[in-house]
């Protein structure tokens, strides 16, 4: 099962927002609608932002968003913050049964 | 609050065996599958395994297939990962990861214990 494609790095200023794309294949993320979003700071345990494609869990900012078209997922970020630096990696299930993740994605925010 | 403790890493010598656990606690442990993730020094996440709520069904990455086995107790709310016939390339941080209801995804994480493959 080969990685999902992301971005290595995007860069945006504070206030803006910023989209970080992940595309698979028919076999994964155009196959179903679980794909989800992490965000991992340096030495930290990564946190779920987004489940099934466009859920939030509680207690994540509604600044994150996310949405699907084909076998291309999208996080998309508003008015960012100096917190939102971070890696970001997307993840979905795949007809095998397993799971894989994108190769991540580093968020600067200038 | 819903709380993973990893623990059983170290340094381990080419071709040998390792077993890791992660001690669950805070939600009822046998409502939920349950995952392993790694993660290189440097690298991405890397999904390992996962183990079904019941136990009964269990998958694991092409990677460590034939090499690694997931299981549960669900009596010690405990998981672990056999890691037999180890590589260097195994070395990483271990993340057990509870998988939210119906969600196909990981809902919380462990802090991670870190497994070293080296001679």
């Known amino acids: 099962q080969s990685a999902l494609a992301q971005p290595a790095s995007v860069s945006e200023s504070p206030g803006q927002s910023i989209t970080i794309s992940c595309t698979g294949t028919?076999?994964?993320?155009?196959?179903?609608?679980?794909v989800s979003w992490y965000q991992q700071h340096p030495g930290k345990a990564p946190k779920l932002m987004i489940w099934?494609?466009?859920n939030r869990p509680s207690g994540v900012s509604g600044r994150f968003s996310g949405s699907k078209s084909g076998n291309t997922a999208s996080l998309t970020i508003s008015g960012l913050q100096a917190e939102d630096e971070a890696d970001y990696y997307c993840?979905?299930?795949?007809?095998?049964?397993?799971?894989?993740f994108g190769g991540g994605t580093k968020l600067t925010v200038l | 609050q819903v709380q993973l403790v990893e623990s059983g890493g170290g340094v381990v010598q080419p071709g040998r065996s390792l077993r890791i656990s992660c001690a669950a606690s805070?939600?009822?442990?046998?409502?939920?599958?349950m995952h392993w993730v790694r993660q290189a020094p440097g690298k991405g996440l890397e999904w390992v395994a996962v183990?079904?709520?019941?136990?009964?069904?269990?998958w694991h990455a092409d990677s460590v297939k034939g090499r690694f086995t997931i299981s549960r107790d669900d009596s010690k709310n405990t998981l672990y990962l056999q890691m037999n016939s180890l590589r260097p390339e195994d070395t990483a941080v271990y993340y057990c990861?509870?998988?939210?209801?119906?969600?196909?995804?990981?809902?919380?994480w462990g802090q991670g214990t870190l497994v070293t493959v080296s001679s």
């Open positions: 990861g509870r998988d939210g209801s119906g969600w196909w995804a990981v809902d919380y």
């Open positions: 805070g939600f009822t442990f046998t409502r939920h599958a």
């Open positions: 183990i079904t709520y019941d136990g009964r069904n269990k």
């Open positions: 028919s076999s994964d993320v155009g196959g179903y609608n679980h």
């Open positions: 099934g494609v466009s």
């Open positions: 993840s979905s299930f795949t007809t095998s049964s397993t799971w894989v």
